[in-house]
């Protein structure tokens, strides 16, 4: 059973740092395109970041040049380093794998910027 398992979230003030990391449970973790998504009180969830298994990535226009998201398919995870954090930025962001017709996510993991 595929499990994705997000971990590094937490509070911190504006301007700050934060790396969230995803350990995915898959067999063939390289065939996957893996992704970044949130989800903000009210509002619907929303892509961050993508990377595919190239490592091509995609962001956001709102996190574009203080979020980077990384995969190490060795390791198995995906990561989404975070800088110059906002307050808008807070969330619960999930982790995503793609692979073909199938789609898995993670429980979400808890972002709150804030002074």
């Known amino acids: 059973q595929v499990q994705l398992v997000e971990s590094g979230g937490g509070l911190v003030q504006p301007g700050g740092s934060l790396r969230l990391s995803c350990a995915a449970s898959v067999s063939i973790f390289s065939r996957y395109v893996m992704g970044w998504y949130r989800q903000a009180p009210g509002k619907q969830r929303e892509l961050v970041a993508v990377?595919?298994?190239?490592?091509?990535?995609n962001y956001a226009d709102s996190v574009k040049g203080r979020f980077t998201i990384s995969r190490d398919n060795a390791k198995k995870t995906v990561n989404l380093q975070m800088n110059s954090l906002k307050p808008e930025d807070t969330a619960v962001y999930y982790c995503n794998g793609v692979v073909g017709l199938l789609t898995y996510w993670g429980q979400g993991t808890q972002v709150t910027v804030s002074s």
């Open positions: 990377i595919t298994s190239g490592g091509s990535t």
